[in-house]
């Protein structure tokens, strides 16, 4: 292929991406996007950073990445997301510039692979900062490839401005710099936090700002902790598999490579420590905090697309490996353009990449409305950061609202008569420390309104996903409106049913290997008086005649509507043999259900075990 034909395709690589993604900034209804509401977080620290000077040096929100989303947010959302694109494709650009330095004819593969692996495709609309850590490190890396050592050396100082954990890679290239007989390089990698103390000395009266100002802390993570393999069993989800294939085949042998032909001083060595070394060293870091459950680390793998490029450029060693076998560039091209290829389709058919607002966003948003509508001037003391969003309140006009409380057990003293606080299952609890008990048995707060999704989400910490809106009030009042109920148990006098026998002078349902599910306790919800939510008890009484473990047989709650699943629930019957047990679910879903949908309670007997049963019962309350 000519040099003049790949600078054709790279130009229509380029016009193609970025009009693809444009496509979903401007059609995606989703406040959220890719990364939750650490978009909106960091939106709204850039969007006021002119207004409040000191959100400039906030080191949650990233200084470096703050100062230049900055001028994009002060226009709107959508072009501060806009800045991430912009952000990517310079990412891109450098990142051809130096696949096609080290290994001729792969440019236009490696960006196409970066550009449609799973987790950068989606972070290159967001206002997320893996993106600039990219553009920064592959910058770094670039100068270093043109001998611009001191210049790479400065622009990775900044590096923890932009994501604290950065910083695990100054020794990375620390030793590239040394074994490259740079050594004056070395001290420049300190320049970014020289520069940031200073300001922030002047600015703050503190010249250890960096360090006391730190919002990470090194102990143990309201997020807990997993496996130290979880971003290993993740890779697909984070490169695709085609690039994940290439990663693994090209680090490999360029690590067969060095060993080969070791030589500290090579320019082999050096290139395989800064360009592998860096993004294994970041990626072996997260996995490390993440198992150890510390750092504030939520084990998210969009982290890892700030050093995807390198991982991806890692990979580009088996195309410079079969370009020097095969002499038909066009046959390599061709190998390695499916791979291209198969990147592009996958996205796309493994990944859920819908425009639409997701229920729980969808939630924060009817919440807002209900404000606006209903109690319109009032403070709102609020965990979710869209919430504000939605109701286009400054978030640091303490006047109108406020982040979190101060007094977790009995949240109203820290509000004034009048306010309100808005709880959400996901912030509430987990960053705001806050339960929901606490704000129910508030002898000042009421709760006057509250928002379920019809199909059950579990969020961080194992809640139910609601929202609860509650005003702080002199005199505490039950404001839930009476409750129509209708109450549902199954038929045990049907004398033509084998199943149905005498056990203990009671009549019971008898379960075994020829009944795979007994008869199902059905509402349909037209006979529902529909207010704002739907309370669902249901219960059953079981008897094991062997003994039934989990997952053998199931009591469950399902909505349906038009053979789609709306809500699925479940709990085990777990017995010994020859023991009465109660099987019980408590659930509340948003009364908003389509008129034609089908609530049903039924035991599935998945293992075919004998049991008996009674009391079946369904109550469904409105209110």
Not at 95 to 120: D, E, N, R
Not at 137 to 154: Q, T
Request: with cysteine.
């Amino acid at each position: 292929m000519g040099k003049i034909s790949e600078k054709q395709l790279l130009y229509l690589f380029f016009s193609s991406f970025v009009l693809l993604q444009i496509y979903f900034l401007l059609f995606s209804e989703s406040a959220y996007g890719y990364g939750g509401a650490d978009n909106i977080a960091h939106y709204q620290i850039a969007k006021y950073a002119f207004r409040y000077p000191e959100l400039f040096l906030d080191l949650w929100g990233k200084p470096v990445y703050t100062t230049l989303l900055a001028p994009f947010a002060l226009i709107s959302y959508k072009v501060a997301k806009a800045f991430n694109l912009i952000v990517a494709v310079i990412t891109l650009m450098l990142s051809a510039k130096i696949a096609k330095k080290l290994f001729p004819g792969s440019s236009l593969i490696t960006i196409v692979l970066i550009a449609f692996a799973p987790v950068y495709f989606l972070l290159a609309i967001s206002c997320l900062t893996e993106v600039l850590f990219s553009l920064v490190l592959v910058a770094a890396v670039y100068l270093f490839i043109k001998n611009r050592f001191i210049l790479s050396a400065v622009i990775l100082s900044f590096i923890p401005f932009v994501r604290s954990e950065g910083f695990v890679l100054f020794p990375v290239f620390a030793l590239a710099f040394f074994l490259q007989r740079s050594y004056r390089s070395i001290p420049f990698l300190a320049v970014g936090a020289v520069f940031y103390s200073i300001i922030g000395y002047f600015v703050l009266g503190d010249i250890l700002w960096i360090i006391n100002k730190q919002p990470y802390s090194l102990g143990e993570s309201i997020y807990g902790s997993g496996s130290l393999f979880h971003f290993v069993k993740n890779s697909n989800t984070i490169f695709g598999i085609p690039l994940l294939i290439l990663i693994v085949a090209g680090l490999i042998y360029w690590g067969y490579d060095v060993i080969k032909n070791f030589s500290l001083r090579s320019q082999n060595t050096i290139l395989f420590i800064l360009i592998a070394g860096s993004w294994i060293t970041f990626f072996a870091a997260h996995s490390y905090v993440w198992w150890k459950g510390t750092g504030g680390s939520l084990g998210l793998l969009r982290v890892i697309g700030g050093v995807l490029p390198l991982a991806a450029i890692t990979g580009m060693k088996i195309f410079g490996v079969i370009s020097e076998r095969v002499k038909n560039r066009n046959i390599t091209f061709g190998i390695f353009a499916v791979f291209a290829l198969a990147q592009i389709v996958l996205l796309f058919t493994q990944n859920n990449l819908l425009l639409k607002a997701d229920p729980t966003e969808q939630l924060v948003k009817k919440s807002a409305d209900f404000i606006r509508v209903n109690e319109e001037g009032k403070k709102v003391f609020y965990f979710n950061p869209l919430l504000i969003h939605y109701l286009d309140i400054n978030p640091y006009d303490i006047t109108k609202c406020n982040w979190w409380v101060a007094d977790k057990q009995q949240p109203s003293n820290t509000l004034e008569w009048g306010d309100l606080l808005v709880w959400d299952a996901h912030f509430g609890p987990n960053e705001g420390g806050v339960k929901l008990e606490n704000l129910e048995n508030d002898p000042y707060l009421k709760k006057i309104k509250s928002f379920y999704p019809v199909e059950k989400i579990v969020v961080l910490g194992g809640y139910d996903y609601s929202i609860q809106v509650f005003e702080k009030t002199k005199t505490k009042v039950n404001v839930e409106p009476a409750s129509e109920t209708i109450i549902k148990t199954l038929d045990f006098n049907q004398n033509n049913n084998d199943h149905i026998i005498e056990f203990g002078g009671t009549k019971v349902w008898k379960m075994d290997e020829t009944q795979e599910y007994a008869n199902a306790v059905v509402v349909h919800v037209n006979e529902l008086l529909q207010k704002d939510i739907l309370n669902f008890e249901l219960s059953v009484v079981y008897y094991g005649l062997e003994e039934i473990k989990a997952d053998e047989v199931l009591l469950v709650l399902s909505i349906e509507n038009e053979g789609k699943h709306l809500r699925y629930e479940k709990i085990d019957f777990i017995a010994s043999k020859e023991e009465w047990k109660k099987g019980k679910i408590e659930s509340r879903v948003s009364a908003t259900l389509p008129p034609t949908a089908i609530i049903s309670v039924y035991i599935w007997n998945k293992d075919r075990k004998k049991f008996i049963f009674k009391n079946l019962q369904l109550s469904i309350s409105s209110s």
